[in-house]
């Protein structure tokens, strides 16, 4: 029945925090690399692999923030937000595709032998780069948080990632200097690889979860407290609740039903007075689709639709 959009700020804290996720990446992605040529350590090729693949899917997303960001037009109705489960879904997929090509060179390393060098300037170029990925990582998560972006959280979460392979790297360089156990290389190796093999997983689960439309417990949740509570004017009833949520966008639908013998006037006003209720119920914009039914004659009136859907009964869709 009536829309609410937002209008994006001239400066988006979404988008800057992307960018320079995006620019300091590729400093941290060099630092990476740096340390694996002066070590040769296996589990510094896996640290600095995954950044290479980090680099990529931080490009990916933020062409999928600035796509999302488009108005709706004549192709796109709905607008194009639904971009934001493609991105995240390609970033989970990225980040197994980088697992899998660790432990393809931790196993070969395993073949080839092991030969670790120059342990003091690799380890100063891992922990400065795990200490940049920290402050990235968390400054990015708490702006996806903050303004309801899965994008900027799933770019936080897998830079954070990052701070735990060069951490987990740093750490077997400290114990193979100590001890001189070569083979906790290989260990870590696979340690990180399993690690963001979860995280990537986790992400696919959220893309997927998504553009099947899963109802989400939260706005459900707030949607049916405010619709348990007294209805507007002479609305007597609802049925039919439907929602799923796209970006920053809700799209909700709902029959109410109404007392008789009101007029259309009345009936749109009460039901424009629920539906800012509604919208003002939820953390995301709202668009919300009521269909209005006479208390008496509803049955009567539905019976037009008996048949209409060849496959399926009309309360199936509901």
Do not use: C
């Not at 891992?126 to 990235?136: R, Y």
């Not at 156990?181 to 696979?190: E, F, P, R, T």
């Not at 009460?270 to 006479?294: N, Y």
């Amino acid at each position: 029945m009536g829309i609410n959009i937002r209008i994006p700020q001239a400066s988006d804290p979404v988008k800057r925090a992307l960018l320079l996720s995006l620019a300091v990446s590729a400093v941290s992605l060099s630092l990476k690399i740096g340390a694996f040529v002066v070590t040769g350590s296996s589990a510094a090729l896996s640290d600095s692999l995954e950044s290479v693949v980090h680099i990529f899917a931080v490009g990916f997303v933020v062409y999928g923030y600035y796509l999302s960001l488009k108005p709706a037009d004549d192709d796109h109705h709905y607008g194009h937000e639904r971009i934001e489960l493609l991105s995240v879904g390609a970033e989970g997929a990225i980040i197994l595709a980088a697992a899998l090509t660790i432990v393809y060179y931790a196993v070969q390393s395993l073949i080839t032998g092991i030969v670790i060098q120059n342990m003091g300037t690799g380890l100063i170029m891992l922990i400065g780069a795990a200490l940049i990925n920290l402050l990235l990582g968390t400054y990015v998560l708490r702006v996806g948080r903050a303004h309801g972006s899965m994008i900027a959280v799933s770019n936080g979460k897998h830079t954070l990632t990052d701070v735990w392979t060069s951490g987990g790297v740093v750490t077997a360089l400290i114990i193979i200097h100590f001890t001189g156990w070569i083979y906790i290389d290989v260990i870590v190796s696979l340690a990180i690889a399993g690690y963001i093999s979860y995280e990537g997983w986790q992400l696919l689960r959220f893309s997927v979860k998504g553009i099947m439309d899963e109802r989400n417990p939260e706005v459900d949740a707030a949607l049916r407290k405010e619709l348990d509570r007294e209805l507007p004017g002479h609305i007597t009833g609802w049925h039919h609740l439907r929602h799923r949520t796209s970006g920053r966008t809700t799209w909700v639908e709902l029959h109410l039903v109404f007392s008789d013998n009101i007029s259309l006037e009345q009936a749109h006003a009460d039901a424009t007075r629920l539906e800012r209720r509604l919208i003002d119920a939820l953390k995301t914009d709202g668009v919300i689709t009521l269909h209005l039914e006479p208390q008496t004659a509803h049955d009567a009136d539905h019976q037009i639709l008996k048949g209409a859907n060849k496959k399926k009964k009309l309360d199936e869709f509901a």
